[in-house]
């Protein structure tokens, strides 16, 4: 069955850097796109990002643009989320999703920015 594992993320403080990983197993991970998706406490899951099956495309919500990068390597099976700047409105639990199978989430990984 497909599984998203989540890893990286940690405590940072603000306007420092991160990067956190998801690793996909179950489908042929180099067919589907990818996403990132975040949510903070109180707050509804909102999308993040979207990187193409062949990692040539990528879109960012306003709110990271500039910020954050995804990239992904098909013969690892991942999918990575650097996050530059980081600001205290980014603390939140990080998934990832893949187009390959929309109903399948991940535990998450959550980032926590502070001082």
């Known amino acids: 069955q497909v599984q998203l594992v989540e890893s990286g993320g940690g405590l940072v403080q603000p306007g420092g850097s991160l990067r956190i990983s998801c690793e996909a197993s179950g489908f042929t991970f180099s067919d589907g796109s990818m996403s990132w998706y975040r949510q903070a406490p109180g707050k509804e899951r909102e999308w993040v990002g979207y990187i193409a099956n062949n990692g040539l495309s990528t879109r960012y919500a306003p709110a990271v643009k500039g910020r954050f990068t995804m990239s992904r390597d098909n013969a690892k099976n991942t999918v990575y989320l650097q996050m530059n700047r980081l600001k205290a409105e980014d603390t939140a639990i990080y998934y990832c999703?893949?187009?390959?199978?929309?109903?399948?989430w991940g535990q998450g990984t959550q980032v926590i920015v502070s001082s």
């Open positions: 999703w893949t187009s390959m199978s929309p109903n399948s």
